[in-house]
T-cell receptor
Framework: DQQVKQNSPSLSVQEGRISILNCDYT??????FLWYKKYPAEGPTFLIS?????DKNEDGRFTVFLNKSAKHLSLHIVPSQPGDSAVYFC???????????FGSGTQLTVLP | KAGVTQTPRYLIKTRGQQVTLSCSPI?????VSWYQQTPGQGLQFLFE???????NKGNFPGRFSGRQFSNSRSEMNVSTLELGDSALYLC?????????????FGQGTRLTVV
């Protein structure tokens, strides 16, 4: 039973355009959501998080949107840069970041 | 400020052997969590330690165990290794205080079982 789902295994975007990565969850007990970026053979790098009491959180080029009623969150990257090419994971937790449930990841490729 | 440090980075073991992996969290972080990443199953939670006690455990067999020391450093052990244990093992540390929403990961240990 996948509690966190990323239905798009890959996404290609032109440099300078917007990248939108999507994530759905089924467990209504989740109250923190995080996005990580990962390169092969390295640990995930934290990007941005959002609490369930908010619907938007922004940090530089990264914005995360949360739609609780739809159990859906998305990560927007504007403008996209070639260095953003990596696998992006969304993760969810209850109460803190100590036990994360991850999605399967989306490979983002930003084309120059 | 040093990040999360995992040792060793790479390890090759034979089926049936046991292995111990080490994780040093960010200074001041008291919670250490372990994850396994495989191509088939993705990133899965193994267990979490806080103040030398295991607080949460994922759905893994008893061959996977861990411990945490008084300085918050943690080790995980896998006994009677199987080929399917080949994976990237990641540890993450967090402050674990109210409102803390970030977990920081180490580079991982790539375990290959032959």
């Amino acid at each position: 039973d996948q509690q966190v789902k990323q239905n798009s295994p890959s996404l290609s975007v032109q440099e300078g355009r917007i990248s939108i990565l999507n994530c759905d969850y089924t467990n209504s007990m989740f109250d923190y959501f995080l996005w990580y970026k990962k390169y092969p053979a390295e640990g995930p790098t934290f990007l941005i998080s959002i609490s369930s009491i908010k619907d938007k959180n922004e940090d530089g080029r990264f914005t995360v949107f949360l739609n609780k009623s739809a159990k859906h969150l998305s990560l927007h990257i504007v403008p996209s840069q070639p260095g953003d090419s990596a696998v992006y994971f969304c993760a969810a937790s209850r109460g803190s970041a100590r036990q994360l449930t991850f999605g399967s990841g989306t490979q983002l490729t930003v084309l120059p | 400020k040093a990040g999360v440090t995992q040792t060793p980075r790479y390890l090759i073991k034979t089926r049936g052997q046991q292995v111990t992996l080490s994780c040093s969290p960010i200074s001041g972080h008291r919670s250490v969590s372990w994850y396994q990443q495989t191509p088939g199953q993705g990133l899965q939670f193994l267990f979490e330690y806080f103040s030398e006690t295991q607080r949460n455990k994922g759905n893994f067999p008893g061959r996977f165990s861990g411990r945490q020391f008084s300085n918050s450093r943690s080790e995980m052990n896998v006994s009677t290794l199987e080929l399917g244990d080949s994976a990237l093992y990641l540890c993450a540390s967090s402050l674990d205080i109210a409102g803390d929403t970030e977990a920081f990961f180490g580079q991982g240990t790539r375990l290959t079982v032959v």
